[in-house]
């Protein structure tokens, strides 16, 4: 096999789960070939570089064998090399980080579950509830004086 479809080769190599998203992704150019957005029917060779951009990470591939059919976790390190750069991989940390607070433009309102612990998180818990500085704490500042 010289020549491989790049959204059979995406899903054989398991960067996406159905061949339909993989196509889909083609469809939106967040797939490059060698720097150029490819349609689902590009041909790709061995020793392309693939580049998918998964907002908001670009994660980089390098083709070393090809596939049109499914493989299993342990066999796709034979048909690709990840490339991607470490600065992309401090982005996707650091979205982790973030969580809700940050939310990107276009996803919505926020759940109910989203807006439960954005009050929970600004809220100040620690005095609600009757709280009463004096009595739940005992500090007898008496003894400090003492020891002086």
Do not use: H
């Not at 196509?23 to 790709?44: E, F, L, Q």
């Not at 600065?87 to 276009?106: H, P, T």
């Amino acid at each position: 096999m010289e020549e491989v479809r790049i959204d059979k080769w995406l899903w054989a190599t398991r960067i996406f789960k159905t061949r339909t998203i993989a196509a889909d992704a083609c469809k939106k150019g967040r797939i490059a070939v060698n720097g150029t957005t490819v349609k689902p029917s590009r041909m790709i060779k061995r020793n392309d570089t693939i580049q998918v951009r998964k907002p908001p990470v670009t994660f980089s591939f390098k083709v070393l064998d090809l596939a049109d059919k499914r493989m299993g976790a342990k066999l796709v390190p034979n048909f690709m090399q990840n490339i991607t750069t470490p600065d992309q991989y401090e982005i996707l940390e650091m979205n982790k980080i973030s969580g809700f607070v940050n939310r990107a433009k276009g996803l919505g309102r926020p759940t109910k579950k989203d807006r439960r612990e954005l009050e929970q998180f600004t809220s100040p818990d620690f005095f609600a509830d009757g709280f009463d500085f004096d009595s739940d704490f005992d500090f007898d500042f008496d003894d400090d004086e003492e020891n002086d």
